[in-house]
């Protein structure tokens, strides 16, 4: 079924991406495009001392790669036709760590149907990024604002 509009979605619906592993080469490219070369991420010495006891991905390659993991489903299955614009994230956490070689998905929950008029609303989902284990590493909100069904 090809979602179009806010109410071909519903509260407490879950979708669940196609998952990818995060490799050296992924931290690397991520370090080279924003300059965050922390050792933690880059240094394997260095992050042998740490907590991990190994490289850790960077939050935001996380995030990154995680939330787009929903686009594998179609664009028309993670988003309506009708969006408009991402409307915002609220409350990330970063709640354990991606080391190299983990594979990541992400599930999005639905949690809220708001209208703002009535040609558009927001969908609001609780997006959980979890590892091989099941375990959530990035848990966070979004709002996107998409258009609704004419009445």
Not at 113 to 118: G, I, P, Q, T, V
Request: charged share 25%; glycine share 8%; proline share 4%.
């Amino acid at each position: 079924m090809e979602k179009t509009y806010m109410e071909d979605y519903a509260v407490g619906e879950v979708l669940v991406s196609p998952a990818r592993t995060i490799t050296e080469s992924d931290i690397h490219a991520f370090a080279s495009l924003t300059g965050d070369w922390h050792p933690i991420h880059t240094d394997v010495e260095f992050a042998k001392q740490t907590p991990f006891g190994e490289r850790i991905a960077h939050g935001m390659l996380t995030l990154c790669v995680g939330s787009a993991l929903m686009f594998r489903l179609g664009q028309y299955v993670s988003l309506p036709k009708t969006f408009i614009a991402f409307y915002g994230m609220d409350s990330v956490r970063f709640v354990n760590p991606v080391k190299i070689g983990d594979t990541i998905r992400c599930e999005v929950e639905i949690t809220a149907l708001e209208e703002k008029d009535a040609k558009r609303g927001v969908i609001v989902s609780k997006n959980m990024i979890k590892n091989q284990r099941g375990q959530d590493v990035c848990v966070y909100t979004t709002r996107a604002l998409v258009g609704r069904k004419p009445a």
